[in-house]
């Protein structure tokens, strides 16, 4: 069974910086195109962020070069750097997992980002 | 302002079908897998059914989707109270490399 298990959330203030980690089992972060994807409370999806298997990422227009996307591949985790951060920011954040089909087949249970001072 | 529109809202009776529609562009569901996904209250999305038939073990075979050009659509038959959730559909974009998705419809089970 594939469990993505998100933490690292909380409340930050503005301009301040925070690290999400997601801790894989039962699938190995290097084989899957790994995403964030975010959520407002009560709105819908957002995409952030993307680390295909050969290490290549990519971000939402919205969170360029303020976020990064890495994975340790030693502890089967991903991670996104949040740096800069802004109101517009607050949200739930997914980490997600896509076997490389463009279905985004895992998702974790989320963990909560409050970017407030 | 969603790059795949879908309706709002959507509502049946219980044992009736009910379809949602999810509209894009050549460069996502006209060239992509289409997926949707579903999101129960205070719960995570979780993948429901892709346009390659692709869905997960235990998943029922109550909901179908299709595509056609640059719009889909996810059908639910025999709708019953527990399918009372937000759908979502969702695509790789090849112009925007990244993931779009719809603003989400609202089911309602009468």
């Known amino acids: 069974e594939v469990q993505l298990v998100e933490s690292g959330g909380g409340l930050i203030q503005p301009g301040g910086s925070l690290r999400l980690s997601c801790a894989a089992s039962?699938?190995?972060?290097?084989?899957?195109?790994m995403t964030w994807v975010r959520q407002v409370p009560g709105k819908g999806l957002e995409w952030v962020s993307v680390i295909f298997t050969g290490g290549y990422t990519h971000y939402a227009d919205s969170v360029k070069g303020r976020f990064s996307i890495s994975r340790d591949n030693s502890q089967n985790t991903l991670f996104l750097q949040m740096n800069s951060l802004k109101a517009e920011d607050t949200a739930i954040y997914y980490c997600a997992g896509d076997q490389g089909d463009g279905t985004i087949d895992y998702w974790g249970q989320g963990t909560l980002v409050t970017v407030s001072s | 302002q969603s790059v795949l529109t879908q309706p709002p809202s959507a509502s049946g009776t219980p044992g009736r079908r009910v379809t949602i529609s999810c509209s894009g562009s050549?460069?996502?569901?006209?060239?992509?897998?289409l997926s949707w996904y579903q999101q129960l209250p205070g719960t995570a999305p979780k993948l429901l059914i892709s346009?390659?038939?692709e869905r997960p073990s235990g998943a029922p075979d109550r909901f179908s989707a299709s595509k056609s050009g640059t719009s889909a659509s996810l059908a639910i038959s025999g709708l019953q109270s527990e399918d009372e959730a937000d759908y979502y559909c969702?695509?790789?974009?090849?112009?925007?490399?990244?993931?779009?998705f719809g603003g989400g419809t609202k089911l309602t089970v009468l």
């Open positions: 969702g695509a790789w974009d090849d112009s925007l490399n990244g993931w779009v």
């Open positions: 346009t390659n038939d």
């Open positions: 050549s460069s996502n569901i006209g060239t992509n897998t």
């Open positions: 039962g699938l190995t972060v290097s084989d899957n195109y």
